[in-house]
């Protein structure tokens, strides 16, 4: 299980990645499942490394409809 600071600094890198959706792609924004703000992998078992990989997967989705806004 990860530390409280790194658990903390993800779900705000989360909710952050979220937000930019949210203003830069409302419609992709609508289509995610989850929401970061009330998820808590402790309870839902989801683990350290699916959390960390939801992370990242928010940061490449979220480059990739950036760059392609740029073209």
């Known amino acids: 299980m990860m ?18 959706f949210q203003r830069e792609f409302p419609v992709i924004y609508n289509n995610l499942t989850e929401t970061p703000l009330f998820l808590s992998y402790e309870h839902n078992d989801i683990s350290d490394s699916e959390f960390e990989a939801y992370s990242a997967f928010l940061k490449a989705q979220l480059k990739v409809f950036q760059n392609s806004k740029q073209v």
């Open 3 to 20: 530390s409280k600071k790194i658990e903390n600094q993800l779900n705000k890198e989360i909710f952050d990645l979220t937000l930019s």
